[in-house]
């Protein structure tokens, strides 16, 4: 495939609108990706916590809402990706400027490689709870966890040596959607029949405890699908510009990651009404009937999640550095997280990889300011180095999220953030006749 040429290794893919003959994605694609990167098990966790704190009703509003609202963001940008052909670095650049752009570029590096390292912790876990219930105690120890990590990881590392196109096209389209969707069907059956047995009209009336509001649970939701934002045109630059080509691109990310979002958090819902006190989510689901074969199908698709955000990495570590291919970035990276994987206390990272997630917030809301409107991208010659509009407005969007966080989080943070990065980058985007001067003088200069 061309996207792993390495016969022009000063070529920045990343930073070069995608050909037309490499843009193969339909309808199909998209959502058969969204969704299957929609599912996971920290969805099933964090949707899980909501009910103990907002209430099972409040819960369900805010998941319906917040993952239609997050999943919308997602297909916008997605379409963003599949009209410029750009990666995310790509817009980055178009938005911020040659030279500025790097910082937020090499900021999603360093989130990329936090989320990859995380995603290989939650496999191994997973691995050693099935492990244990099926092969005894070794897997559960120190040594265990080592050899789970570097099963993952080994798995990770030979995905990565091949296309990318073609693991979505031909594994996760047609083997790895249907075998998912099984697996939530099956555990959405047991659990659904146990809250029947305890009684539905008791679960859905369940009050929360007051620690969290609705605004605040709607942030909470907005945080998954907002975290892929970074992502998402490294993968809908591939769709297809035929006729009908862009829509499915919106349309695809949109429903595949929405239903994907709603259905996991809902199962986390359920999981959480009817387990035991104290019980973990993985417990839980082990507990469930065939839940051992559902979980191993759960973890199998974890690894998707694994392999997107190392892809991406690869991606945007290639337009800072193009001497080497996107391929083997990605190899690189994989080992690195790997090796993380196997010496970091992760779970006491969270609170660091979640604020790290939180300049992506405004940092999109100015992308998608400047460049949603249907407004071409300017070429990479006419764009200054540093716009300076635009990145002042991202850092305000910083300083934003987080004085919410700490003054009013009864409103939330993502929600009002984009908003307003979003209405002063729109208000401050350049006037067209003032782009088009600016692209006849860099025409003029080269």
């Known amino acids: 495939m061309a996207h792993d040429d390495t016969s022009n290794p000063l070529a920045n893919e990343a930073l070069t609108p995608l050909p037309a003959s490499q843009r193969v994605f339909g309808w199909h694609d998209h959502a058969s990706l969204w969704f299957s990167l929609g599912v996971g098990l920290l969805v099933m966790q964090i949707g899980a916590y909501l009910v103990p704190a907002v209430g099972t009703r409040d819960a369900a509003i805010a998941i319906a809402l917040g993952s239609c609202l997050g999943a919308a963001l997602l297909a916008w940008t997605a379409r963003l990706g599949c009209e410029s052909g750009l990666a995310s670095a790509g817009l980055m650049h178009a938005t911020y400027g040659s030279a500025f752009a790097r910082l937020p570029v090499l900021l999603n590096i360093v989130q990329l490689v936090g989320w990859t390292t995380f995603e290989l912790v939650i496999m191994r876990e997973g691995t050693q709870a099935i492990g244990q219930s099926v092969a005894g105690p070794w897997l559960g120890s120190a040594w265990g966890g080592v050899a789970a990590t570097l ?262 943070s993502a929600l009002p953030t984009l908003a307003l990065t979003f209405v002063l980058a729109w208000l401050s985007r350049p006037k067209p006749a003032a782009a088009g001067a600016a692209s006849a003088l860099a025409q003029s200069r080269g």
């Not at 993985?282 to 074969?293: E, I, K, M, Y």
């Not at 002042?392 to 919410?404: F, K, Q, S, T, V």
């Open 151 to 412: 099963l993952w990881g080994a798995v990770l590392l030979a995905l990565l040596a091949g296309s990318m196109v073609k693991l979505v096209r031909r594994f996760v389209s047609r083997f790895g959607l249907p075998l998912v969707v099984l697996s939530l069907l099956w555990l959405s059956w047991q659990f659904a029949t146990q809250l029947h047995a305890k009684g539905f009209d008791a679960f859905w009336s369940r009050p929360g405890d007051g620690s969290m509001g609705m605004f605040g649970a709607l942030d909470l939701v907005i945080a998954m699908p907002v975290s892929w934002l970074p992502l998402v045109a490294d993968y809908a630059r591939h769709g297809k510009r035929s006729a009908g080509g862009l829509g499915s691109a919106f349309s695809g990310t949109w429903i595949g990651y929405a239903l994907a979002n709603i259905w996991c958090y809902a199962l986390g819902v359920m999981v959480v009404s009817v387990a035991e006190p104290g019980t973990s989510l993985v417990t839980a689901l082990l507990l469930a009937q065939g839940g051992l074969v559902a979980l191993g199908l759960i973890l199998i698709d974890e690894l998707d999640n694994a392999y997107g955000d190392v892809y991406s990495g690869s991606v945007s570590t290639h337009s800072l550095l193009p001497r080497w291919s996107v391929k083997r970035w990605g190899l690189l990276l994989a080992a690195l997280c790997i090796a993380l994987a196997l010496v970091l206390p992760m779970h006491t990272l969270e609170p660091f990889l979640l604020l790290l997630s939180s300049v992506f917030v405004p940092l999109y809301g100015v992308i998608l300011g400047r460049l949603g409107g249907g407004r071409a991208v300017a070429p990479a010659g006419a764009r200054p180095k540093v716009d300076l509009a635009a990145a002042l407005i991202w850092i305000a969007g910083i300083a934003a999220y987080h004085a919410l966080a700490k003054w009013a989080p009864q409103f939330g």
